[in-house]
């Protein structure tokens, strides 16, 4: 799981700017999903509906952990300047369902995470949910203690390394290790904390990028444009950015060749995926989704729609592409079918397994009724088949697209906002 990763961040889903081989190769080996979503324009919502299976709004996880709160019946804080209030949320990854690595763990499996958690506080960690290790998943959702993306990195679950050590790569070291000395069938969720501010790179591809961006002339000139009421960025020219993809897909290569030395490649299924949209209109906006509209924290698709690809060995073809429905609430169940494992129906009932026959159209849904940071308005969205409806809970009312003609969302097909 990649964080804040845009669907146009990598080689195989149409940038020219970032080079991506690793990424591209496994997905050249695997099902591209060209359909994919998250269940929020944010992360942690996201990530609960990962391990749940179920929407943020069943969850009610509808915000990123840290978000402003409103406490029901506390009256609001007089520095709360907006003129809607946000919906409460529950910060913690639900007790009372079982997690996707909890029900593996129950059926013979060792399972493992590293990276980015974001799903609550001390009591609420990977290890409270099924992990049985856990390397430097804690409360926070970035990289913000010590040197940040770089060791000694200020993480109470993450041992510091060398001195400069780069956390992507430190992640995909520790997963490798895992899986190199489990001699059980193992679920390992590699859940990097990049792509996620703050922007640092390694020097050397900080450099490299920016003698790209002089070379093809994308310095400057027609950056951004408006989208109200902010800026957002059309043009992939972020040089610290593009370092911090391609430190990412080193590690994916990381993880692939450690796979093959053990021996497990061939036998081992493996999902790529983002938590949300890439980051456009804020803090730095150092990415394009362009054609698709906003990013992060938005119900447009620039903020929802996903890199996404799933190899299956002896399942999936290689090179093989599907336009369905997918969303983050699928992976689950997908997983369970997979394994031979038995649905958990009862729990279930916002995702399907992508193995099963989803050739019967179906609606997927978001609910994210919160102010987004990088200036996304509170709202629900649904789509079915080709057409998506927004509902937006201040000011803009309804709007409605219909995504294979226009895929930038420019044209709202009704009318007014009644």
């Known amino acids: 799981v990649a964080d804040d990763l845009g669907y146009k961040d990598l080689g195989c889903f149409g940038s020219s700017f970032y080079e991506t ?3 591209d190769a496994l997905c050249g080996q695997s099902l591209k999903l060209t359909n994919a979503y998250a269940a929020c ?3 942690s919502p996201t990530r609960s509906s990962i391990l749940s299976g179920q929407y943020p709004a069943r969850t009610k996880n509808t915000d990123y952990f840290g978000a402003f709160n409103p406490k029901p019946g506390k009256p609001v804080p007089k520095h709360w300047k907006k003129p809607l209030v946000p919906a409460h949320y529950i910060d913690r990854l639900p007790d009372e369902l079982t997690t996707l690595p909890e029900e ?3 059926n013979g499996f060792a399972t493992f995470f590293a990276g980015k958690w974001h799903l609550g506080g001390k009591g609420s960690w990977p290890t409270d949910h099924g992990f049985d290790i856990n390397k430097g998943g804690w409360t926070r959702g970035g990289p913000y203690g010590g040197k940040k993306y770089f060791s000694p990195y200020g993480n109470p679950v993450l041992e510091d390394g060398p001195d ?3 956390l992507p790569d430190r992640l995909a070291t520790e997963t490798v290790k895992f899986i190199k000395e489990t001699d059980k069938p193992f679920f390992a969720m590699l859940s990097f904390y990049s792509v996620h501010t703050p922007l640092i790179g390694r020097e050397d591809l900080v450099a490299k990028y920016k003698a790209k961006a002089a070379k093809l002339n994308l310095e400057k000139n027609d950056v951004f444009k408006p989208e109200f009421p902010r800026k957002v960025r059309v043009k992939q020219n972020h040089a610290i950015y593009g370092a911090m993809v391609e430190a990412m897909d080193e590690s994916i290569g990381k993880l692939i060749q450690g796979l093959k030395d053990s021996g497990k490649y061939d036998n081992t299924m493996i999902i790529f995926f983002s938590d949300n949209g890439g980051l456009s209109t804020s803090e730095g906006s150092p990415t394009s989704n ?9 119900l447009y698709e620039g903020g929802i729609k996903e890199p996404a690809f799933i190899r299956v060995p002896g399942v999936t073809k290689a090179g093989a592409v599907s336009n369905m429905l997918v969303t983050s609430t699928d992976f689950y169940p997908t997983i369970l079918d997979a394994v031979g494992l038995a649905e958990k129906q009862e ?3 916002d995702g399907v397994s992508l193995f099963q026959d989803l050739k019967a159209p179906r609606p997927i849904f978001w609910h994210y009724p919160h102010w987004g940071n990088q200036g996304g308005i509170p709202g629900s969205a649904v789509r079915y088949r080709n057409y998506k409806l927004i509902q ?9 697209y219909d995504l294979n003609k226009d895929p930038a969302e420019q044209m709202n097909l009704i009318a007014d906002d009644s």
């Open 104 to 106: 593996l763990k129950k």
């Open 41 to 43: 324009p944010v992360c």
């Open 164 to 166: 400069g050590e780069h």
């Open 21 to 23: 081989p690793h990424l």
């Open 392 to 400: 937006f809970y201040y000011k803009k009312g309804y709007e409605l």
């Open 347 to 349: 729990q279930h009932i």
């Open 290 to 298: 362009q054609p698709f509209r906003a990013g992060k924290g938005w």
